[in-house]
Nanobody
């Protein structure tokens, strides 16, 4: 079973950048498809970006061209680089891992708050 811990959230002005990190322990991330979700107040949790073990990435339309997901299996860590941030990106961001042999299983981090405001 994998444990996930996010870091890197905070307050940033519109147009700014943040990089979120998600460190895994207990298992190698190479066995998992990983991704980032977010949940704004009063809204459902939504997929922001995902990346397979082979490096194939997908993004929500709202973040394409601004966010980049990556993974470093040697460091057992995944990242979300967020550029050109907008107020509507404000949410709690969660990292996620799904075993490649059981995609219905989800492991979650505790979440990190991202606030975009002037």
């Amino acid at each position: 079973q994998v444990q996930l811990v996010e870091s890197g959230g905070g307050l940033v002005q519109p147009g700014g950048s943040l990089r979120l990190s998600c460190a895994a322990s207990g298992s190698s991330l190479s066995f998992y498809t990983v991704g980032w979700y977010r949940q704004a107040p009063g809204k459902q949790r939504e997929l922001v970006a995902g990346i397979t073990g082979g490096g194939a990435a997908n993004y929500a339309d709202s973040v394409k061209g601004r966010f980049t997901i990556s993974r470093d299996n040697d460091k057992n860590t995944q990242y979300l680089q967020m550029n050109s941030l907008k107020p509507e990106d404000t949410a709690v961001y969660y990292c996620n891992a799904k075993p490649v042999w059981a995609a219905q299983i989800n492991y979650w981090g505790q979440g990190t708050q991202v606030t975009v405001s002037s």
